[in-house]
């Protein structure tokens, strides 16, 4: 049902304030009077979908309707295309969780473009796990907003520059080569097949480099000539297939309507360890403990613009992130605006967070991690122990891991463990420490990179 008119006056105001927004697409962010965010949403044209909240006639469904009691203000962030905004929108909603977002919690990615390069015949996959460990050392590409345009793109591409996209173990002079039978796409012209030694090594890079420069530029040239051929067949009154071009430009043109990695879009897909096995049993032989690791908590703490500290917890389980159970924590005693002062002390902030949650553990009502990470070095070790100290059951492993050096500190150990860096624990290790402090500084790093906090 429409908003009180009690209401009215507070939505016209930001009805004035949406209306007045630049006309590019972008990103909106609903905030109640405390300044929380309370929904994130992406829009094509800021205005024409922002006003559209606060005008009279606005029904939002029973589900978003009572947001409209909540809303106080609201920022935006402007985007370069509609595909920024999304993935703007999807980081946003994942990192901070606003009350009223039902949609882009889960742990779904958007995918991504791989090209195989270290093999001998390198493949072309689309993926939504570019660092699983048969991609390794393979050129990425994306994140991409359209899966669907993103497969159509490839399939078409793949007419010109005769890819493989299957998944065999092709080996460059393997006599077996000679005798394999290649799959459909070699007689239809869409495959070069060296799996069946059809094509040299050499020949077979130099269409892969083709490909890679082909990403990599404005692809004018096969645009164009895409849409005059489109032309010729609609003044052919040849509509079928004017309309097969017309969809293959489109699915062209949104090869640009992509992220970079080095923006961090996706961290959990991009960053994290994953030979989780391998790195679990390696952590359990180094900390010397007789049960398998199956759960890592780690505690960071963050300084935010303004003075702000938070800390935050994440959580892996079997070695991979289990972000329904990430939290952050808002910190009360040592915060400058505090009785404690006006100094940041990250070690009472560790013993905070350390208390509030692990208080039911330490009264034993639920059950400890089985390893509780925390980021820095001895002296943020000690103060996260003390806050143990005051909890009736202990947890059975703390340790904490230094920057720069990488060095583990262990409970009621002095010295601290020096591991190498190839190291499998060390590596899970430093996923959940990398994504903790992700965890808590990412949404704050998009809104200063936009300027929304006005600096």
Known sequence: MPAMPADRAKLDALLKKARALPKTPGVYLMKDAKGVVVYVGKASRLPDRVSSYFVPSADLGLKKQPMLEVIDDFDTIECEGEWEALLTENRLI????????????????????VITVRDDFPGVYITRDPNAPEYKGARTYGPFTSVYALRESVQLLQRIFKFRTCTLDIVDGDPKNRHFRPCLLYPIKQCTAPCGAKIGQEAYREDIQRFIRFLDSKRSVMLRELRQEMQQASDALNFERAAVLRDQVKAIEKLDERGSRKDNWQPETERFYHDPKKGLESLRRTLKLDRPIRCIECIDIAHLQGGETVGSKVCFVDGRPLKNQYRRYKIRTSAPNSP????????ASIREVVSRRYREAGA???????????????????????????????????????????????????????????????????????????????????LRQKKVLGE
């Not at 969780?97 to 958007?110: G, I, M, Q, Y």
């Not at 404690?340 to 070690?347: R, S």
């Open 94 to 113: 994942k990192d901070i969780h606003p009350r009223f977002n039902a949609r882009l919690t889960d742990d779904k990615t958007f995918p991504y473009l």
């Open 340 to 347: 404690a002062g006006k100094i940041n002390d990250d070690y």
């Open 364 to 446: 034993g009502h639920e059950l400890y991690p089985d390893v509780v990470v925390i980021d820095g070095g001895l002296g943020q070790l000690h103060a996260a122990m003390e806050a143990f100290e005051d909890l009736d059951v202990k947890p059975p492993m703390v340790i904490s891991l230094a920057k720069k050096e990488e060095l583990i500190y262990v409970q009621a150990k002095r010295e601290p463990i020096k591991l190498g860096r190839d190291n499998p624990g060390l590596k899970l290790v430093q996923s959940a420490r990398d994504e903790a402090h992700r965890f808590a500084q990412h949404y704050h790093h998009i």
